[in-house]
Structures are given as structure tokens and as C-alpha cells.
């Protein structure tokens, strides 16, 4: 069974800066694509930002710049890193991981965590 947990956020004035975690418990012979998403209240969840199990990441245009999304393979990690922070970003932030690999060992399915809280005050 694949578990994602997400941690690091926190409130912090615009301008600054967190650093989000998403570590995802699984077999080591899977491999694991995450994506980052965010949902403020009343509106839906975006697509923030995607690192592919080959290393290849991806951004929306609203925090290119901004945040960069790094992942150590060996813990099954990815970082998020979010800075200049502005109060548009403000939201639930979800780790979502794909699985991929070798069936029945890797269930190709999706994953989600319960997120973490990021509030961003002017």
C-alpha cells in the first residue's frame, strides 16, 4: 500500500518563503511520478508543478520562477520549494504520486495525500 504525506507549510508574510515535503512509503522497484496541487477555498484544485520519476519537471506559469520542485529518489521524496511567496497562493497543497513499474508489484494507480495548509498574508 502506497502512503503520501505532505508537510511544511506554515503562514508566512508575501515575500516569503517554505519549503513543502511530500514523502510517499512504497516499494522500492516502483517508480513514482508526483505532482504538486493546490486548492483555494471556493475554487478547484491547479496544477502547480510535476516531477517526473526521469527527472523531467514541469510548472504552472503562475509560479515558474518562483517555486522549483526537486526530488531525492533514494527517500522518495520531492521538495517543493516556494518562494516570494504572494497571497494568491494561499491554499491546500496536495501531493499526488503515479505509480508505475512492474505488475502486480507497482499497482499503476494514483495517490493522494491529505495536504498541507499554506497561508500567505500581505
Known amino acids: 500500500q502506497v502512503q503520501v504525506a505532505e508537510s511544511g507549510g506554515d503562514s508566512v508574510q508575501a515575500g516569503g518563503s517554505l519549503r513543502l515535503t511530500c514523502q510517499v512509503s512504497?516499494?522500492?522497484?516502483?517508480?513514482?511520478?508526483m505532482t504538486w496541487y493546490r486548492q483555494a477555498p471556493g475554487k478547484e484544485r491547479e496544477f502547480v508543478s510535476h516531477?517526473?520519476?526521469?527527472?523531467?519537471?514541469d510548472y504552472a506559469d503562475a509560479v515558474t520562477g518562483r517555486f522549483t520542485v526537486t526530488r531525492d529518489a533514494a527517500k522518495n521524496n520531492v521538495y517543493l520549494q516556494m518562494n516570494n511567496l504572494k497571497p494568491d497562493d494561499t491554499a491546500m497543497y496536495y501531493c499526488?504520486?503515479?505509480?508505475?513499474?512492474?505488475?502486480?508489484?507497482?499497482?499503476?494507480?494514483?495517490?493522494w495525500g491529505q495536504g498541507t495548509q499554506v497561508t500567505v498574508s500581505s
Open positions: 516531477a517526473n520519476h526521469d527527472g523531467s519537471t
Open positions: 512504497g516499494d522500492g522497484l516502483c517508480s513514482y511520478d
Open positions: 499526488q504520486t503515479h505509480v508505475s513499474g512492474p505488475y502486480p508489484l507497482c499497482d499503476p494507480r494514483s495517490y
